[in-house]
């Protein structure tokens, strides 16, 4: 897929407790144990696919994920895009 909505429960830890990837076709749940699987880490480092979140201004969805987050970062154009 060129576009995924990605969205993290239990993100004040990290890998948090539940990862969710929606494609348009699909929706894959993962429930990481003690890290990303690699396909998930592969997923997010892929700067060809748009991951687009519904976080807030603390950003934990991506932190927690271990995406890197620098302020003044602009989450409004692709590789990750931020809805809030």
Same mark, same amino acid.
């Given at each position: #897929?060129?576009?995924? !909505?990605?969205?993290?429960? !239990? /993100? $004040?830890?990290? #890998? #948090?407790? +539940?990862?969710?990837?929606?494609?348009? =076709? &699909?929706?894959?749940?993962?429930?990481? $144990? /003690?890290? +990303?699987? $690699?396909?998930?880490? $592969?997923?997010? @480092?892929?700067?060809?696919?748009? @991951?687009?979140?519904?976080? /807030?201004?603390?950003? @934990?969805?991506?932190?927690?994920? !271990?995406?890197?987050?620098?302020? !003044?970062?602009? &989450?409004?154009?692709? #590789?990750?895009? =931020?809805?809030?």
């Amino acid at each position: #897929p060129k576009v995924v !909505g990605v969205d993290a429960e !239990g /993100n $004040r830890i990290s #890998p #948090p407790v +539940l990862v969710q990837v929606a494609t348009k =076709d &699909y929706v894959i749940l993962e429930v990481p $144990r /003690n890290k +990303l699987s $690699r396909d998930l880490e $592969r997923l997010l @480092k892929d700067d060809s696919i748009t @991951k687009v979140f519904c976080d /807030n201004f603390a950003h @934990k969805d991506k932190v927690c994920l !271990g995406l890197k987050v620098e302020k !003044g970062d602009d &989450y409004t154009k692709p #590789p990750i895009v =931020d809805l809030e």
